[in-house]
Structure formats: C-alpha cells, structure tokens
C-alpha cells in the first residue's frame, strides 16, 4: 500500500493537497523518482492505493479538474479494498500548464500518449519548442512503460459537463461518428453518463446492462494522443467511465458495473 510520486519540480507540494484528499482507509507513502537536473518534463503522477495493486489492471484518473471521477473511483477501490488509482495532479486544471523565465507551454494530458497526438497538443510559446516536444515523448513513453504497458485492462475515468461531450455526439451523423464502430442508447440514462471502450466483450457488457456505451472503432478511430487509441494499439481492453461533474451517485453506479465487470472477466 503505497503512493509514488513522479512530479514536476514545481508540484512537489502538492503532496500535501493529495494527503488531503485520501480516501480514509488508504495509506500513502511518497518515493520521489526526480528526473535529471536537465529534464524539462516529467508526468506528474500520484498513486493511490487501498491494498495490494491489480497485477493486469489499472484505474486512471488524468484530467485533475475531474474532481467527481476522482471522488467516485476512490470510493470504489475503497469498497474492494484492493487496487490503486494513477492520479495526474497538476495545480487543478484540465491541461498541464508550465509557465516559467525558461519555458511556457502546455498540452492536454490525454493527448500524448502517441507521437501524432503529442506533436498537435503541446502548446509551446517559450523556450526550446522541438526540445519540449521530444522531453514530452520520453516522459509520455515512460509513464506508459511503467504503469501500463502491461495491464490488460485500463480503467479511466473522466468527467464532463452539461454543454460538454456526451453519448450524442457520437451518433451517426455527428461529430465524433467516425471514431466508433457501435453505439447502445439507455432510454433511462443521462446522455452525458457513458461508458466508451475498445472491445467488444465491454460493449456487450455495460449494453447488457442497460447504460450507454459507445464502441471505438479501432481501426478508423483518429489518432489524437488519447490513451485509448494508444490502448487500442496494443489491444488492451480500454473502458473510459465518462460522467456528467456532479453526477456521483450515476458514476458510481457505472464504476460499480466496472467493478462486476472485472471480477467476470479477470478476477
Ligand atoms: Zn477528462
């Protein structure tokens, strides 16, 4: 039971905002993996776990505004009193911003964990551009390489909002149409309650299930950096738990079904 940290320099009090946040039973230690004194950038990620972790499964919780599914997927792994959440924590906002005498740049987190994606989401107005581009890849690449290049199954969890994205937007015709190969409706769901995956048997399940869930086509879907195309690439089983801001008691409902989910097919 332990949390590890891998942080920019500048975060490194955030570890006291984490402790804050934790749930009761959880305990926490911190190992600071820091970088070389020339790195630019590291991804700035936290561990939290309520037992021993999941050797093929991983929860992840990327956009650190997404208070909701930050809240609901600890309450989770609380109740199986097993397993850890990936936190990325950066100050609060969607995107992680660095702004300092040296640099000034910013990306989306979920947008660079493939070279396409990355090269479209790094915002870069100060400092040595094409040096940041490739320091984010490394550190990208490495954050992979040691939290989920193994697993099986990736659990992310993210929120979004009442003029945000939601289950329409991928109906045929619409602005994501492409990406997704199937899409199940729940006549008694909000449209911005949804599951989105990368296999079949997800899709099947939480359609089964009576929630809304959306079916990435892996072979169309467009390469933006998101960690489920990234996942899609190396065939792990990718389910994104995507809830309205505020919507606890329906993402826990739909984490709930994650959690059967997981003991059907690998617990
Ligand atoms: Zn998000």
Redesign the pocket.
């Known amino acids: 039971m332990k949390k590890k940290i891998i942080h920019f320099y500048q975060y490194a009090a955030l570890w006291i905002t984490l402790s804050i946040a934790l749930p009761l039973h959880a305990e926490t230690a911190a190992i600071d993996n820091s970088p070389p004194a020339n790195t630019v950038i590291a991804i700035p990620a936290y561990e939290t776990c309520t037992g021993m972790p999941w050797p093929d499964i991983a929860w992840i919780h ?2 650190d505004n ?1 208070e909701t599914a930050r809240r609901t997927a600890l309450i989770i792994l609380n109740q199986m009193q097993q397993g850890c959440l990936l936190d990325l924590r950066h100050g609060g906002s969607r995107e992680i911003i660095i702004h300092n005498q040296q640099f000034s740049f910013h990306f989306d987190p ?1 947008r660079i964990f493939t070279a396409n994606g990355r090269k479209t989401a790094l915002k870069c107005s100060k400092g040595n551009c094409a040096l940041i581009l490739q320091q984010l890849g490394a550190a990208a690449e490495n954050f992979l390489q040691q939290y989920l290049s193994q697993k099986k199954l990736i659990i992310a969890v ?2 979004t909002h009442t003029a945000g994205l939601s289950v329409r937007n991928y109906m045929p015709g619409n602005s994501m149409a492409q990406d997704v190969s199937q899409i199940a409706i729940s006549p008694n769901k909000n449209p911005h309650d949804f599951f989105y995956v990368t296999s079949a048997q997800a899709f099947n399940f939480f359609a089964n299930h009576n929630f809304n869930v959306v079916l990435q086509n892996n072979q169309t879907v467009r390469d933006d950096g998101s960690l489920s195309v990234w996942a899609a690439q190396r065939q792990i089983d990718y389910i994104n738990a995507e809830a309205e801001m505020g919507h606890t008691t329906d993402q826990l409902a739909m984490l709930a079904a994650v959690w059967a989910y997981m003991k059907k097919f690998y617990l």
């Open positions: 990327v956009h997404e979920n993210h929120n």
